[in-house]
T-cell receptor, first 114, second 115 residues
Framework: EAQVTQNPRYLITVTGKKLTVTCSQN?????MSWYRQDPGLGLRQIYY???????DKGDVPEGYKVSRKEKRNFPLILESPSPNQTSLYFC?????????????FGPGTRLTVT | DAKTTQPPSMDCAEGRAANLPCNHS???????VYWYRQIHSQGPQYIIH???NNETNEMASLIITEDRKSSTLILPHATLRDTAVYYC????????????????FGQGTELSVKP
């Protein structure tokens, strides 16, 4: 089954404790992206990757890091989480170019930073 | 990317057609209309997209006006499982023109399908 998986689905952590949210897709997609969703602000793009070893900032990259060492994986790293990073996070993937019309989203990771 | 305007909420009776409008009066020639939906805090789900012709797939139909300034997503026989927030998005399909494939989700239309 074609899917994007994220782990963990739920996470409660404390300020400053480094964490990684994993994202993996099994569709051989070139493009992957991270969004965060907050009430009243909608979904905002954090980082994206056009292919292996090619990443770039989205609209709200501060406090986050990403890497793309393999095509299927695109982890989101919070080196020193803060309470304002409490949010619902989604990973997405798609083909690039004209086949990019359908982006597949993961189930979401609900992060709480206390 | 062109801005879209959608009604904040709509109701629909189960089994009836749900018609969700979207206004995109500033759409440019190379921009497509995409529809996604999000069922309560789940990941958004692609529904359909189109350029200027009407489109239909197993989920829905998309009607785009001749001047392309507005469109309507039609769910022909709405079920309770179609209750969700529906997003109309206008963008170029080429990622180089939209900051790496970014989807700009507005506020969407919250569709409630009632028994």
């Amino acid at each position: 089954e074609a899917q994007v998986t994220q782990n963990p689905r739920y996470l409660i952590t404390v300020t400053g404790k480094k964490l990684t949210v994993t994202c993996s897709q099994n569709m051989n997609h070139e493009y992957m992206s991270w969004y965060r969703q907050d009430p009243g602000l909608g979904l905002r793009q954090i980082y994206y990757s056009m292919n292996v070893e090619v990443t770039d900032k989205g609209d709200v990259p501060e406090g986050y890091k990403v890497s793309r060492k393999e095509k299927r994986n695109f982890p989101l790293i919070l080196e020193s989480p803060s309470p304002n990073q409490t949010s619902l996070y989604f990973c997405a993937s798609s083909f690039s170019g004209l086949r990019s019309y359908e982006q597949y989203f993961g189930p979401g990771t609900r992060l709480t930073v206390t | 990317d062109a801005k879209t305007t959608q009604p904040p909420s709509m109701d629909c009776a189960e089994g009836r057609a749900a018609n969700l409008p979207c206004n995109h009066s500033t759409i440019s020639g190379n921009e497509y209309v995409y529809w996604y939906r999000q069922i309560h805090s789940q990941g958004p789900q692609y529904i359909i997209h189109g350029l200027k012709n009407n489109e239909t797939n197993e989920m829905a139909s998309l009607i785009i006006t001749e001047d392309r300034k507005s469109s309507t997503l039609i769910l022909p026989h709405a079920t309770l499982r179609d209750t969700a927030v529906y997003y109309c998005i206008v963008r170029s399909p080429l990622m180089i023109y939209n900051q790496g494939g970014k989807l700009i989700f507005g506020q969407g239309t919250e569709l409630s399908v009632k028994p």
